[in-house]
């Protein structure tokens, strides 16, 4: 099966720095992989996801990069805001995800 | 709305008592997901429905838990018998195929 893990519990960045959270996998046959940013209270929301054909992928701000050799998978955050503050966490699999426990972002303005 | 929903948004309830959680996913996709969130803890895989296919049911913790899916479409997650245990988020996600899951807002479910 897989398993997901997250390196940090918590980040705390200042408003306007780049944010990098980290995440590791197990099963090197996984094959999709996502990142979810969760607020208080809220569901899950879908931030991007990336598929093993690829290295990395852009979204607005945002940037995964997968590295398929050591199992890692990374979202970067461009000019974080303080709206970026939430938990942000991974999945990895096919159809069925595993999700790690979440890294809680935390902007200082 | 075009996103997932899901009722009630909270539940509370005694122990001992079953209760049953809706979810409406996006219209047209064809997987549905259930999973569970404690407090500071990942999400935990319950159960997939893909179309008309056997569900996935092998995140289910006990047989307390049961889920179906009527018409391809709402699904339903029935807990029997309540346990203080069960209390936690309950999360249902939706996707076109193996795309993309987008989850709707949970039901917080609250056993006394």
């Known amino acids: 099966g897989e398993s997901v893990g997250l390196h940090l519990p918590t980040l705390s960045v200042q408003e306007g720095d780049n944010s990098i959270i980290n995440c590791a996998y197990s099963?090197?046959?996984?094959?999709?992989f996502i990142w979810y940013k969760q607020e208080s209270g809220k569901g899950p929301q879908f931030i991007i996801d990336?598929?093993?054909?690829?290295d990395k992928r852009q979204g607005q701000r945002v940037t995964v990069l997968l590295n398929k050799t050591v199992k890692h998978l990374s979202l970067q955050i461009a000019a974080t805001q303080p709206g970026d503050s939430a938990v942000y966490f991974c999945?990895?699999?096919?159809?069925?995800?595993?999700f790690g426990k979440g890294t809680k972002l935390s902007v200082i303005p | 709305g075009a996103g997932v929903s899901q009722s009630p948004s909270n539940k509370v309830t005694e122990k001992g008592k079953d209760v049953e959680l809706r979810c409406d996913p996006i219209?047209?996709?064809?997987?549905l997901y259930w999973y569970r969130q404690s407090l500071g803890q990942g999400l935990e895989f319950l159960i997939y429905?893909?179309?008309?296919?056997?569900?996935?049911k092998s995140g289910l913790p006990s047989d307390r838990f049961s889920a179906e899916r009527t018409g391809g479409s709402v699904s339903t997650l029935t807990i029997q018998r309540t346990q203080q245990e069960d209390s936690a988020v309950y999360l249902c996600?939706?996707?076109?195929?193996?795309?993309?899951?987008?989850f709707g807002p949970g039901t917080r479910l609250t056993v006394l």
């Open positions: 996600a939706s996707s076109s195929r193996e795309d993309t899951q987008y």
């Open positions: 099963n090197s046959a996984s094959d999709y």
């Open positions: 990336i598929r093993s054909n690829m």
């Open positions: 999945g990895a699999g096919s159809y069925q995800l595993t």
């Open positions: 219209s047209g996709h064809t997987a």
């Open positions: 429905f893909q179309g008309n296919s056997a569900p996935d």
